[in-house]
């Protein structure tokens, strides 16, 4: 006993000068990112407190606006269509078909690249003086339209359609993982008892399927939430700012516009709004459920 409580104090030993460059790095900036936040900052940091007047300005931005509704419309339509893209193509690759060596690589080599190169990527593709607009335009389909890049009103779902092409087969991989772990007498009892294909994987793989599913979100929701890079190089927050996330907001104000205190404003935002979503769901799946199990 005494031998394991020494081994214990030395691994805690050895672990604290790694916490205290995390609780600096990374906790330590953010409470100072949320300072700034009250302060007037414009190219440098500055201890002019202004209360909350760096809030009222970001709130009273309609820039602010569009970026957040475009950040749920990416965040609702990236999330769920990755997950239903990448879980359709899991279940035909499951299906033991050819070249599934081959169809795997070629989902998943996307995902491999940045957010700028699939950006570069599809602002070709939907660029209507070379892209695939005209191509079919070329082929005599004249009436056919994929400028969604340069289309105020289609731009957003050009980023959701980028999205979607690199992020797929990360889901598909996950979940190819799990569906290979499904135990074969499932299959067998179900097609014993006459139950359809689709309600099997709908009722009985996906609640099996749920931690990597819950993985598959959170990694998801990581790129939505940092979505800066993928804007840029496809459609740069336009036409106008019809296509602007928070994340760039966050950037332009302060590297460009040098306005710090409304970009630590707009960050501090965003990192509310994270928390707001992460923590009722942390304690729902860890700690309600360590207290359950520990009573039970």
Do not use: C, H
Not at 63 to 75: D, E
Not at 92 to 109: G, I
Not at 256 to 271: C, D, E, K, Y
Request: proline share 3%.
């Amino acid at each position: 006993m005494a031998a394991q409580r020494k081994r214990l104090n030395t691994a805690t030993l050895v672990l604290l000068p790694f916490w205290a460059v995390v609780l600096a790095a990374y906790v330590g900036t953010m409470l100072w990112t949320v300072q700034i936040s009250f302060t007037a900052s414009k190219l440098l940091p500055v201890d002019e407190y202004v209360g909350f007047a760096q809030y009222e300005r970001l709130f009273g931005s309609t820039r602010w606006s569009v970026s957040m509704q475009n950040a749920v419309i990416f965040g609702v339509l990236f999330i769920g269509g990755a997950l239903v893209l990448g879980f359709l193509l899991a279940v035909v690759l499951d299906q033991r078909v050819r070249f599934e060596n081959t169809l795997r690589t070629v989902f998943l080599y996307p995902y491999a690249m940045s957010f700028i190169v699939t950006g570069l990527i599809w602002q070709w593709l939907m660029n209507p003086g070379l892209g695939i607009q005209k191509a079919v335009r070329d082929w005599g389909f004249t009436s056919f339209d994929f400028a969604w890049a340069v289309d105020r009103d289609m731009a957003i779902y050009a980023l959701v359609l980028a999205g979607l092409w690199q992020a797929s087969g990360l889901v598909m991989a996950l979940m190819l993982a799990g569906l290979r772990g499904v135990d074969e007498e499932i299959w067998k009892a179900s097609r014993i008892d006459g139950i359809p294909a689709w309600r099997v994987y709908l009722f009985v793989i996906v609640p099996m399927l749920r931690p990597l599913i819950v993985t598959a979100v959170v990694l998801l929701a990581i790129s939505v939430v940092k979505a800066f890079d993928l804007v840029v190089a496809l459609t740069n927050g336009g036409p106008g700012i019809s296509s602007d996330m928070p994340a760039k907001f966050v950037m332009d104000n302060l590297f460009t516009r040098q306005n710090i205190g409304l970009a630590t404003a707009a960050a501090t935002v965003m990192l509310i709004t994270v928390a707001a979503v992460l923590v009722p769901w942390i304690y729902t799946e860890y700690f309600r459920k360590a207290r359950v199990g520990g009573t039970a």
